[in-house]
């Protein structure tokens, strides 16, 4: 991948004149089944273009529990956009009738919703996959309501490699789909908004609003698509690695919310900066996402063989810290 961004043909990308760049949004446009597609620096700018071209100041945008459009992008979705969120359902899945629960009435004196967001691979939740026939029954009832749909597909290539799906498929009912190029793809650096046209002409122009037009951007662009035509097969072998390092903790005590992708969740008894302090120190680095609650995440530069003996740490460190209080 260094090499194949070290040798990408550059231009200024800030007057669409990087091939390298162009090469990718068209290679993710095709993937993805949308006409264009706009290459972003991030996950998070992505997801901002997608509320950006389809809201206004003071709509409402109907989310899942713990989506990260919502809670993990710094209130950029009330900063930038100027949105409201409103929840609907639980661990970031909701059915076709939570989100109608969550719509607000036709009235001048509410917030109009105007946008859906679903994500898929789901974050917060432990990489939980968006089950295909919701999201076709959540999009069928929001267009009955003149609603559109932004996908935050940040893990879409997650998704596809569990369910045999293509992310054509996964990304067909909706509007608008942000995808992450690092992350498990492996790139250092990158994400893209996909859809209609006129969406992308829109976006393009708030992504230089942000900050976001990049000049020589191919050598970032190259690597993003050797990511995309080279490592997203392999993503198989993360979820192997979860499923192994799930039956571990589940054999050592620990409670694991069962992993469907490459994230492994674990609910714990002990103050979770405790565990994430305690395995830092024997070199096992993760994350907590709540007070008893941790996220392990498998990905491409760490094998099974590490992943196990992580695994095996992870269950020392926490037989040795005191319960929290009931
Ligand atoms: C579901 C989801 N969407 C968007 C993002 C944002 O991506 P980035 O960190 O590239 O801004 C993340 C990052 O973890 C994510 O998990």
């Known amino acids: 991948m260094r090499r194949v961004m070290a ?3 550059v231009g200024d990308d800030v007057f669409s004149e990087d091939p390298s760049v162009r090469e990718l949004e068209e290679a993710s446009a095709e993937l993805l089944g949308k006409p264009r597609a706009l290459f972003v620096p991030s996950g998070t700018m992505a997801n901002q273009l ?4 389809q809201t206004r100041p003071g709509n409402q945008v109907i989310v899942g529990q713990g989506a990260h459009v919502a809670c993990y992008e710094a209130g950029a979705g009330a900063a930038w956009a100027g949105v409201q969120f409103a929840i609907a ?3 970031g899945y909701f059915s076709a009738d939570e989100m109608l629960q969550a719509l607000t009435p036709t009235s001048p004196h509410v917030p109009k919703s105007v946008l859906v967001c679903l994500e898929n691979t789901h974050n917060h939740s432990g990489g939980r996959i ?6 076709l029954a959540v999009s069928a009832q929001a267009r009955q309501r003149g609603l559109r749909l932004h996908l935050d597909g940040a893990r879409l290539w997650h998704a596809s490699a569990a369910t045999g799906l293509s992310p054509r498929d996964l990304a067909a009912p909706c509007d608008s789909v942000s995808v992450c190029f690092s992350k498990g793809l492996g790139a250092p650096v990158g994400s893209a908004l ?3 046209s006129d969406l992308i002409e829109e976006a393009w122009r708030f992504r230089k609003m942000l900050g976001g037009g990049m000049r020589q951007a191919g050598i970032l662009a190259a690597g993003a ?3 995309l035509r080279y490592q997203r097969e392999a993503l198989v072998h993360d979820h192997e690695k979860a499923r192994t390092v799930a039956g571990i903790l589940t054999q050592g005590g620990l409670e694991v919310i069962e992993p469907e992708t490459n994230i492994v969740m674990l609910r714990l008894q002990t103050p979770a900066h405790e565990l994430v302090a305690a395995c830092q120190k024997q070199g ?5 996402m709540g007070h008893d609650l941790v996220r392990l995440v498998m990905h491409r530069d760490v094998s099974l063989r590490e992943v196990t003996h ?4 992870i269950v020392r460190c926490q037989r040795e810290l005191v319960p929290l209080e009931p």
Not at 130 to 135: E, K
Not at 284 to 288: C, D, N, P, R, T
């Open 7 to 9: 040798d990408a043909e």
């Open 50 to 53: 997608g509320l950006l071209t």
């Open 89 to 91: 359902g639980q661990r």
């Open 130 to 135: 968006f089950p295909q026939a919701d999201v």
């Open 194 to 196: 996909a859809g209609e």
């Open 225 to 227: 698509l050797f990511a």
């Open 284 to 288: 096992v680095l993760f994350f907590a």
């Open 310 to 313: 992580a695994a095996g740490i």
